[in-house]
């Protein structure tokens, strides 16, 4: 039997049709097809909620209002706007060009991220079950805590030793609460190369410089809308992760306080309507459709969140990897 992940069926399978295909999804098969602009050479999904078919393929260059990849593998790295160029461009001629590229990500390559492999690591994310799971006192067996932008500003996270954050555009790099906190956990400081508006040159070289040895960039071909801790766990299976804890990596967030936010950012149904709980439900599915068959990939996952109401992977880790508490 097919997979079925949050009402979304697996019909085809490195492009061919599987036992799960019917004509009703005929249709929207070759809306697919056409927005490719080729027959599928990877998985397809169709979500029967919305009557969709969508997968891996529909790109950033296929469709950039609903895209969770920016390139395909061939092209990632040699491709128009988002590939190594990019890369050179935003970061590497202002913060090192050593760095490895692979036809999954681009790394900076300074010592930072070769730690983790084999590693056990807590992911939080600013998604409300950060705030209503008491996940700092469950037994967990982590090495490192991964987290994002605005982390300091939430109660739990402020008093933890935090190894690794990405701060996207909207961070204040000023901020002495984060720059404090920086230089006391000695925190590695990551920047996205699909995050955009893009910080200048010259802010760059001054963070580095202000924080030696503790500032790097990668760039992975996934992307996605489901924020950063969604980006980090790709980014903690291809870096060989042993295991990957997660919590505050939710879904849709309209009506849900921000975590690291509060009611700054509580999100309202008029400002996400474009981001739908069904694009949502549907970028999940691709997530995990990605991360548990990278290829050689044997990182286990705990779903800290799982039933929650705002979580949209509890659908899939309760069936692919349920979670287990000691």
């Given at each position: ?6 009402n ?9 049709f ?11 098969w070759?809306?697919?097809c056409?927005?490719i602009?080729r027959d ?11 009557k969709?078919?969508?997968?891996s ?7 950039p209002?609903?895209?969770?990849f920016?390139n395909?593998?061939e092209?990632?790295v ?41 590693k056990?690591?807590?992911m ?10 008491a ?6 067996d982590y ?13 739990k ?7 690794l954050?990405t ?5 204040d ?7 404090k906190k ?8 990551a920047f996205?190369?699909?995050?955009s508006?893009?910080?200048?040159g ?6 580095s ?10 760039h992975l071909?996934y ?11 790709c ?8 295991k990957i ?16 936010e ?17 694009l ?10 990605y ?9 286990k996952?705990?779903n ?9 992977m ?13």
């Amino acid at each position: 039997m097919s997979k079925n992940w949050n009402n979304c069926i697996l019909i085809a399978e490195e492009g061919e049709f599987n036992e799960s295909f019917t004509m009703s999804a005929m249709s929207s098969w070759q809306s697919y097809c056409n927005a490719i602009g080729r027959d599928p050479k990877e998985n397809v999904w169709y979500d029967h909620d919305v009557k969709k078919c969508f997968g891996s393929e529909q790109t950033f260059f296929a469709n950039p209002d609903d895209f969770s990849f920016f390139n395909t593998k061939e092209e990632f790295v040699t491709g128009p706007h988002w590939g190594d160029d990019h890369v050179k461009k935003r970061f590497a001629n202002h913060m090192g060009h050593e760095r490895t590229v692979t036809d999954e990500y681009i790394i900076q390559n300074n010592g930072l991220f070769e730690k983790y492999k084999g590693k056990n690591i807590l992911m939080v994310g600013g998604g409300p079950s950060c705030v209503d799971i008491a996940w700092e006192k469950m037994d967990i067996d982590y090495d490192h805590i991964w987290t994002c932008n605005n982390f300091y500003k939430n109660d739990k996270l402020v008093n933890l030793p935090i190894d690794l954050v990405t701060l996207g555009p909207t961070v204040d790099l000023s901020d002495d609460k984060l720059l404090k906190k920086v230089k006391a956990d000695n925190i590695t400081c990551a920047f996205e190369g699909g995050i955009s508006p893009f910080r200048s040159g010259e802010e760059l070289t001054q963070f580095s410089q202000d924080n030696p040895g503790q500032v790097g960039y990668f760039h992975l071909r996934y992307f996605s809308k489901l924020g950063g801790i969604a980006r980090l766990i790709c980014l903690g299976a291809l870096l060989e992760a042993n295991k990957i804890y997660i919590v505050g990596c939710d879904g849709y967030p309209v009506g849900a306080k921000h975590a690291f936010e509060g009611a700054d950012k509580k999100h309202s149904a008029s400002h996400y309507n474009s981001y739908s709980y069904d694009l949502h439900k549907r970028h999940y599915v691709l997530l995990w459709d990605y991360v548990l068959n990278l290829h050689n990939s044997k990182t286990k996952f705990q779903n800290l969140g799982e039933g929650h109401e705002f979580n949209q992977m509890t659908d899939i880790s309760k069936k692919e990897f349920p979670l287990i508490l000691k």
